[in-house]
């Protein structure tokens, strides 16, 4: 038998193994799946990564507010947020004055200040392109709010625009009170007004009328630049026998004797109570009248005669009858008016309350509650109550 060849095995074959050398299945298996849980995030990752985008969405809203902030900022520094001009004609009603002096630049600041136009710049631009020379007269105007500057322009220089003379005159006002607000709306001398009082028949007051109290009717004035005192006077005494004609008053003298309650319920009642205050001193002006012997009592005609306004009376001066509007010592209707009453306070006088009432109180001037009774014991009551009231008020308050 011949030798046997020696083998060494070709590398074609490959490299022989152990078991020792190779790897169990489940090794395998066991680190394919550790690769995919290294490559999966954790909660504690997918925590933080929340927490990253929730902070960064909060920083860019924040960054985007003061972005939109600063923006903002610089158009009201630069004036681009405000409103140049109002649209249209506006609404409402307002008195406008102008005074002497006022030029357009001045008008336009007080326009805008009073919310007529949007804004005095514009005012001043559109007076230059559109007054084609013409001037804003002095005076007082009725205008309206929020108008644009062209229809402003056109109120005070056109003919709905025609300067006034403009005069609030408030009810319960006294005569004296009145020629101020005259004087200092129009500027015609006080002396002009008072030497008119001095002769009331010239406007068709009866011969009882003292002077022109009463009859200088209360309301909004305009009047035009050119009336006089003596025309004011006329136009304000008309419009009070308007107002008694209107209540059914056409007697001169009894048209007087109304004038005068009046004025008394004008002073001493809340409009709620005119007509309760006017049946009271209805009861006390009765023939019949035991209760207070026909004096109406009132400390608005006293102190109209002591030349003051006040709630304050003396003993002497409540017993003073020199004194001719002094209704504590003389019983009756004192000489005449002692301000000027509304209409409302003239309807009530025509057309008093029914009611067994002689006194009343108010016993609260800020509330205005008034108090009425008809024994001199219940209203004994309620002057302790307003003594009361008057007690915890600032000193003068009730003087």
């Known amino acids: 038998?011949?030798?046997?060849?020696?083998?060494?095995?070709?590398?074609?074959?490959?490299?022989?193994?152990?078991?020792?050398?190779?790897?169990?299945?489940?090794?395998?298996?066991?680190?394919?799946?550790?690769?995919?849980?290294?490559?999966?995030?954790?909660?504690?990752?997918?925590?933080?990564?929340?927490?990253?985008?929730?902070?960064?969405?909060?920083?860019?809203?924040?960054?985007?507010?003061?972005?939109?902030?600063?923006?903002?900022?610089?158009?009201?520094?630069?004036?681009?947020?405000?409103?140049?001009?109002?649209?249209?004609?506006?609404?409402?009603?307002?008195?406008?004055?102008?005074?002497?002096?006022?030029?357009?630049?001045?008008?336009?600041?007080?326009?805008?200040?009073?919310?007529?136009?949007?804004?005095?710049?514009?005012?001043?631009?559109?007076?230059?392109?559109?007054?084609?020379?013409?001037?804003?007269?002095?005076?007082?105007?009725?205008?309206?709010?929020?108008?644009?500057?062209?229809?402003?322009?056109?109120?005070?220089?056109?003919?709905?625009?025609?300067?006034?003379?403009?005069?609030?005159?408030?009810?319960?006002?006294?005569?004296n009170e009145v020629f101020d607000i005259l004087t200092e709306s129009t500027g015609i001398p006080r002396t002009e007004f008072e030497a008119l009082a001095q002769n009331p028949g010239a406007f068709g007051l009866p011969p009882e009328a003292v002077s022109l109290e009463g009859y200088l009717h209360p309301g909004e004035y305009r009047f035009p630049l050119e009336q006089d005192a003596t025309s004011i006077v006329t136009e304000m005494v008309d419009n009070t026998f308007a107002t008694l004609e209107e209540a059914g008053i056409t007697d001169p003298a009894e048209q007087y004797r109304i004038l005068t309650k009046a004025s008394i319920i004008q002073a001493e009642a809340g409009e709620a109570d005119y007509a309760t205050v006017a049946g009271s001193i209805q009861n006390r002006l009765r023939a019949d009248n035991v209760e207070t012997s026909g004096l109406i009592q009132s400390d608005a005609t006293v102190t109209y005669g002591l030349n003051r306004k006040s709630y304050d009376l003396t003993p002497e001066e409540k017993a003073d009858k020199s004194n001719p509007y002094n209704t504590y010592a003389n019983p009756g209707l004192p000489v005449g008016p002692i301000g000027s009453p509304s209409k409302e306070a003239i309807d009530a006088a025509a057309n008093p309350a029914d009611v067994p009432y002689y006194y009343w109180v108010t016993v609260n001037l800020d509330t205005g509650q008034t108090e009425f009774s008809s024994t001199l014991a219940e209203h004994a009551k309620y002057v302790l109550q307003y003594q009361e009231w008057c007690g915890k008020q600032e000193p003068g308050r009730c003087g």
């Open 1 to 175: 038998m011949g030798a046997e060849p020696d083998y060494e095995p070709s590398a074609h074959h490959g490299t022989e193994y152990s078991a020792e050398d190779t790897p169990p299945v489940a090794e395998f298996f066991d680190d394919e799946q550790e690769t995919r849980r290294s490559r999966r995030p954790t909660r504690e990752k997918q925590r933080r990564r929340r927490r990253r985008t929730i902070v960064m969405f909060v920083v860019l809203v924040f960054f985007a507010g003061v972005v939109f902030g600063l923006t903002m900022f610089l158009r009201d520094l630069l004036g681009m947020n405000e409103i140049k001009d109002y649209e249209g004609a506006g609404t409402g009603s307002v008195s406008f004055t102008v005074a002497e002096g006022d030029g357009p630049m001045v008008i336009g600041t007080k326009l805008e200040t009073e919310d007529i136009i949007a804004t005095s710049k514009e005012f001043v631009n559109t007076f230059a392109e559109e007054s084609a020379g013409r001037e804003i007269q002095p005076g007082s105007y009725e205008m309206k709010q929020q108008m644009s500057s062209s229809a402003a322009l056109e109120a005070l220089l056109g003919e709905e625009g025609t300067a006034v003379h403009y005069a609030a005159v408030a009810r319960d006002l006294r005569q």
